[in-house]
């Protein structure tokens, strides 16, 4: 867990993950996790932290960079990358992005509020970063960064300022030395994934597809079919799939009543939640409370 406070929302589907591309690798998509990271405090649009042994398969859209303590392993993209002694490796907007533990290599982690480099004029959401960076310069950035947090968080007067003013020069080299723009093709998958993330933190309000198409800035006929063309469902399908497999959830878990999780899930009429939610989980939210009920009876 990273020193600021950080959520991770694991997929719903067992059979088949709803964030994984066509065609991944099932053992990689079926742990896949949309990382939303809650950076509640605007001075500190930054998360840092020392000493991770290995990251699970997840993204984000923020920017993600690593600096190794020993040889290891990163994978970006489905693509895997060899990393040694003082590399640096990072993962761009959106992208999906791991590194198995090996051994005892511990990386330090620094991630980027996209917000936050977009208010001053970097924006990272079309580049493609180069994965694995080997050059003393640049991590003596990183390092430079890493002191900064360090005064910050011991009270430093203007630590804060400091910090912030060491990730601009590091995400400026990062930009002008090791990035191009991306491909129409990931693009478009990144304006999926950050729809299906808006989805995740929202599912409990009202959403429309007008509503979700003008969030990542693209039409409403392009959203609709790209987000077909990439998850396998449509919109509403998608939607109501994670909001029944949320609602089973309370169900099983909790002591509210049938009209407070719909609400909870984002269901604000009754019979098309049970209508609904038998057409996906395959029973009724009555039936599945029953089943609950008998097993703490038995």
Request: negative net charge.
């Amino acid at each position: 867990m990273y020193e600021n406070e950080l959520s991770c929302t694991a997929c719903t589907e067992d059979n088949g993950c709803e964030c994984a591309e066509p065609g991944a690798n099932k053992s990689l998509s079926s742990v896949i996790r949309y990382e939303q990271h809650k950076l509640s405090d605007p001075s500190q649009p930054y998360l840092f932290h020392l000493g991770n042994c290995g990251i699970m398969p997840h993204w984000h859209e923020n920017i993600e960079i690593l600096y190794f303590h020993g040889d290891a392993s990163v994978i970006c993209d489905r693509k895997e990358y060899a990393v040694c002694e003082h590399d640096i490796a990072v993962f761009g907007f959106n992208a999906l992005h791991a590194s198995p533990i090996n051994g005892d290599t511990k990386h330090d982690c620094l991630i980027i509020d996209t917000d936050f480099l977009a208010r001053n004029g970097i924006d990272v959401s079309t580049l493609r970063f180069q994965c694995v960076i080997r050059d003393e310069s640049f991590a003596a950035l990183f390092k430079n960064v890493e002191r900064e947090v360090k005064l910050a968080r011991d009270g430093d007067a203007f630590g804060d300022a400091a910090v912030k003013a060491a990730i601009l020069t590091l995400a400026v080299e990062l930009c002008r030395a090791y990035s191009g723009r991306e491909d129409n093709e990931r693009v478009r998958g990144s304006v999926i994934k950050r729809a299906i993330g808006y989805i995740k933190s929202h599912y409990d309000e009202p959403l429309t597809v007008d509503r979700l198409a003008e969030n990542v800035n693209v039409s409403k006929y392009y959203f609709c079919r790209e987000f077909h063309s990439e998850t396998g469902y449509t919109v509403v399908r998608y939607i109501n799939n994670l909001r029944c497999r949320e609602a089973e959830r309370l169900l099983r878990d909790t002591g509210c009543s049938i009209g407070e999780v719909a609400r909870m899930c984002g269901f604000e009429n009754m019979s098309y939640f049970t209508r609904t939610y038998k057409s996906i989980i395959g029973k009724t939210p009555t039936e599945t409370r029953m089943t609950n009920d008998e097993s703490f009876t038995h």
